[in-house]
């Protein structure tokens, strides 16, 4: 049972700690989450007004070659 010991010593080596990182207020994370706010909607207004404007130009080029919905009425072209 002995020889299952081990004769050398383990060397453990301890490196220098980092240093810590600056504490964060309160006003730094509220000011980050409405600055990540602002840039999500501000992106989601401009994708929207992007999309829209693709419906909007599709739905009129697609209108001025279509038959009239009545056969009684004219159809009035933008």
Known sequence: ?????QKAPI??????QPTP???ISYGS??????VLVG???????LV???VGGIFIYLK???NLWAPPT???HARLRI
Do not use: N, Q, W, Y
């Open 21 to 23: 990182t600056p504490s």
């Open 48 to 50: 929207g007004v992007v």
């Open 39 to 45: 840039v999500i909607l501000v992106a989601s207004m």
């Open 11 to 16: 060397v453990v080596e301890v490196v220098k």
């Open 29 to 34: 994370v509220l000011l980050s989450a409405v």
């Open 60 to 62: 009129k080029r697609f």
């Open 70 to 72: 009545d056969p009684g």
């Open 1 to 5: 049972m002995l020889f299952l010991l």
